[in-house]
């Protein structure tokens, strides 16, 4: 990766993207259970629809990791293809400048 302008960490993203499917998971596991409010005496519908909401929300988090990881996916790919495209930009660059004693890159770009 280039030590100046912009680079990016494919294992730092792919561990994002696994992070994120986790939470996901967690998450998704919390609306799949069934809760019994508590008797909270003349509360207890109170009580319940709180129980309600933080279940909801719970959903929609894990909604939301899922919609965010896979953008991250998409980033990641999208990095990988863009330091591909430079990199082959970069050699035909050295041999137009240079003919056919150009020397060959190796390595990250």
């Keep these: 990766m280039p030590d100046a302008g912009y680079s990016y960490d494919p294992n730092g993203l792919t561990q ?26 003349a509360s207890s519908d109170v009580v319940a629809n709180a129980i309600a909401g933080l279940i909801g929300a719970a959903v929609g988090a894990a909604s939301l990791a899922e919609e965010i990881g896979g953008n991250v996916n998409i980033a990641n790919g999208a ?11 970069t050699l035909r660059e050295q041999e137009e400048v240079q003919g056919d004693n150009a020397p060959i890159a190796t390595g990250p770009m």
């Design 79 to 89: 990095y990988g293809a863009y330091e591909n495209n430079q990199a082959g930009a």
């Design 16 to 41: 994002v993207n696994a992070d994120l499917g986790a939470a996901r998971d967690e998450l998704a596991a919390v609306g799949n259970q069934q809760i019994t409010a508590p008797d909270a005496g």
